[in-house]
């Protein structure tokens, strides 16, 4: 369930909702999309932010990109198949392809430049997960 915040920016925005079973179809007839990960909102103060945030993106650039919302339940195979490590996200696709990924809440000059520089990207797959610095190793003592 998303939080009472994103259900009125979902709402008020006519924001588009997709699952497993429509997020290819619908990003494939668009030129651009940003799909919104918002993850649980009660764990992740940011997401609530990000909601605020996404229509005035979309208005900054004019319709760019259209904005798709991730269902909460498939949120997590979702951010599988494009590799992102931290919600909120906004996983960028052109014609269905992937492009890029912004992570958490970026000041409003950091959102400008790096959506403009993701959407002036080829499609490509998305990059191999990266663990911060230390979360492979085994701890201390334990056998290697």
């Not at 904005?67 to 919600?87: D, G, H, M, S, T």
């Amino acid at each position: 369930m998303f939080s009472p915040l994103l259900q009125s920016v979902i709402a008020r925005e006519g924001l588009t909702v997709v699952d497993q079973d429509t997020v290819d179809d619908l990003a494939a007839n668009l030129d651009h999309a940003a799909l919104f990960f918002a993850g649980d909102a009660a764990r992740h103060a940011e997401s609530d932010d990000v909601a605020i945030i996404l229509p005035e993106l979309v208005r900054a650039f004019r319709g760019a990109f259209t904005p798709l919302v991730v269902a909460r339940e498939c949120e997590r195979p979702l951010q599988r198949r494009y590799r992102f490590n931290a919600f909120p996200a906004l996983v960028f696709l052109r014609r269905g392809g992937y492009l890029g990924v912004i992570q958490r809440v970026l000041d409003w000059q950091d959102y400008g430049d790096e959506i403009a520089a993701i959407l002036r990207r080829e499609q490509s797959d998305p990059p191999r997960f990266e663990f911060p610095e230390g979360c492979g190793a085994p701890a201390p003592g334990l056998a290697q």
